[in-house]
């Protein structure tokens, strides 16, 4: 009996690891957009479109090889309509909402832009509700209540004076949290079908390939980026992709989606106590209630309550 109690404490332990790396990459993204990275201070501030496109790009070409190696280059496709269905989620869910994720950070703070996109799960339920997958059940109106108030009270609509609300960066961090849910629902097909390292392989280039588009390189030369820049450019897509991705799903081998995502839910905490601690982006004592709101939305929406056959596409990190 001893041994089974202990056996989920090593996918705990990989999921609280994986969300304090997403918690120190969304500080590093401030600290970039600020020009107050540690050590560097001298460095021009870094635009969210670079930090964005750098963060897909060499994830995907330090993703590529390894998979290559590891399972035969042979084995690196998927079928023209998973390949179809990947570019969408790579393109209108990764680039997007990490580009709006990093503009909310840029614009606000931490703590705004991170709550602002953990909403996702509220868009989830209520676009399942609107298909038919889902009941309105008193949980689950609960939860987007919650969600809504705490949404009111982290932007500072509700006693926040003194709070400088920048319209741009909370349309943008709303704008993160749909992509944010795009991703979860048009992934939750893909991912029943194939390995979630080759979906994130895939996503990462489609991602990789629009943002050439949008950013080609003579534009990026132009740029004139220092060594020290890209150094960052390349730590920063390690410790806000690679490794928290693979210390993600080792939890959830040894986790029931649902217990993963409740653990998933200390990247906010860890996010905004880092940027308190390392960046003084102090809360306010209602800010702080409406952090207690969302996190407890989360955790109720994604909650089973045993009346639907049908189970809710599980929300998953990508910051």
């Known amino acids: ?65 390894v998979l290559g190696l590891l399972r035969g280059w042979r084995r690196l496709r998927l079928p023209a309509a998973d390949v179809r269905d990947t570019c969408l989620i790579g393109v209108l869910g990764v680039a997007a909402s990490n580009y709006f994720y990093y ?12 709550i602002v996109q953990y909403t996702a799960p509220i868009w989830v339920l209520l676009y399942a509700v609107a298909r038919g997958q ?30 400088r609300l920048d319209s741009v960066g909370l349309f943008a961090g709303l704008l993160a949290a749909f992509s944010f849910a795009f991703y979860n629902i048009g992934g939750h097909n893909v991912l029943a079908r194939h390995d979630r390292w080759m979906v994130l392989l895939f996503t ?33 897509s390690l410790i806000s992709v690679l490794a928290p991705f693979s210390l993600y799903f080792a939890g959830l081998q040894r986790l029931e989606p649902t217990r ?21 982006e102090i809360m306010r004592p209602l800010q702080v209630a409406g952090i207690v709101f969302v996190l407890a939305a989360i955790i109720v929406v994604q909650r089973p309550d ?3 056959s049908e189970p809710m596409p599980l929300v998953e990190p990508i910051e």
């Open 1 to 65: 009996m001893s041994t089974e109690i202990r056996k989920p404490a090593p996918g705990y332990l990989y999921i609280a690891t994986a969300t304090f790396c997403w918690g120190v990459a969304a500080s590093l993204g401030r600290a970039a957009f600020t020009g107050r990275l540690p050590g560097l201070q001298g460095l021009r501030p870094i635009d969210p479109l670079i930090l964005s496109q750098s963060r897909a790009t060499f994830s995907f070409l330090v993703l590529l090889p």
């Open 103 to 114: 503009l909310a950070i840029q614009r606000t703070n931490v703590a705004t832009a991170i």
């Open 134 to 163: 889902q009941k309105p059940t008193r949980q689950r109106v609960g939860a987007v209540g919650l969600a809504v108030t705490g949404i009111a009270l982290v932007i500072g609509l509700f006693g926040g004076r003194g709070l």
């Open 204 to 236: 990462t280039c489609s991602a990789s390939l629009f943002w050439l588009v949008v950013n080609p390189p003579w534009k990026i030369a132009a740029a004139h980026y220092s060594g020290e820049q890209w150094l960052f450019l390349l730590l920063f």
């Open 260 to 280: 993963a995502i409740v653990v998933s839910c200390l990247e906010p905490v860890f996010s905004i106590v880092i940027a308190a601690v390392a960046l003084g």
């Open 306 to 308: 045993g009346k639907s």
